[in-house]
T-cell receptor
Framework: ETGVTQSPTHLIKTRGQQVTLRCSSQSGHNTVSWYQQALGQGPQFIFQYYREEENGRGNFPPRFSGLQFPNYSSELNVNALELDDSALYLC???????????FGSGTRLTVV | DAKTTQPNSMESNEEEPVHLPCNHS???????IHWYRQLPSQGPEYVIHGLTSNVNNRMASLAIAEDRKSSTLILHRATLRDAAVYYC??????????????FGEGTQLTVNP
């Protein structure tokens, strides 16, 4: 097992810019979810992909979008960055069927 | 999403057992009970999950009440490396429902040497 790999680990962007975060899922996992974790809080669900289709979305605006590729890797795109978007972004993958998720170490995004 | 209730913090001594409680009175029949923990500056780590029966793995044990309205995560011998925020989460196993992990505040576990 290779686990979940996220890139980059840290990123600084300017307000109004766009950012793409990448995630390589654990082998054999067809479900990937993205979470935003502000400092001192629990992770908040952004959206989930199952076999390349979005099948769940949290309370985030449309400028948060994503993709899942045939090899089950994934991207999170955020347009028109705001200062409040500064957070740790976590990717998690699962084989489905109620089983547990494997999380990556996250990407720390700072918007200035 | 069904909600869970956990104590904000708990304290334990090294090498002693720790029982972390979780209440989930609105659990539905298709919800699995998941536990994750998060160490500082790391992503959450899966600990254990179960549906109805008690579960054991190399990390911990999960005791589920007969009515499934509460559960307890048991660390048999706490170590300093077990100090973390522990989250109890309900997850619907029906994949097409777009199931997600809804994190609450969690329990901050402190382990004293």
């Amino acid at each position: 097992e290779t686990g979940v790999t996220q890139s980059p680990t840290h990123l600084i962007k300017t307000r109004g810019q766009q950012v793409t975060l990448r995630c390589s899922s654990q082998s054999g996992h067809n479900t990937v979810s993205w979470y935003q974790q502000a400092l001192g809080q629990g992770p908040q669900f952004i959206f989930q992909y199952y076999r390349e289709e979005e099948n769940g979305r949290g309370n985030f605006p449309p400028r948060f979008s994503g993709l899942q590729f045939p090899n089950y890797s994934s991207e999170l795109n955020v347009n028109a960055l705001e200062l409040d978007d500064s957070a740790l972004y976590l990717c998690a993958s699962s084989p489905g069927g109620g089983h547990g998720y494997t999380f990556g170490s996250g990407t720390r995004l700072t918007v200035v | 999403d069904a909600k869970t209730t956990q104590p904000n913090s708990m304290e334990s001594n090294e090498e002693e057992p720790v029982h972390l409680p979780c209440n989930h009175s609105t659990i539905s029949g298709t919800d699995y009970i998941h536990w994750y923990r998060q160490l500082p500056s790391q992503g959450p780590e899966y600990v254990i999950h179960g549906l109805t029966s008690n579960v054991n793995n190399r990390m911990a044990s999960l005791a589920i009440a007969e009515d499934r309205k509460s559960s307890t995560l048991i660390l048999h011998r706490a170590t300093l490396r077990d100090a973390a925020v522990y989250y109890c989460i309900l997850r619907d196993y029906q994949e097409t429902s777009g199931s997600r992990l809804t994190f609450g505040e969690g329990t901050q576990l402190t382990v004293n040497p």
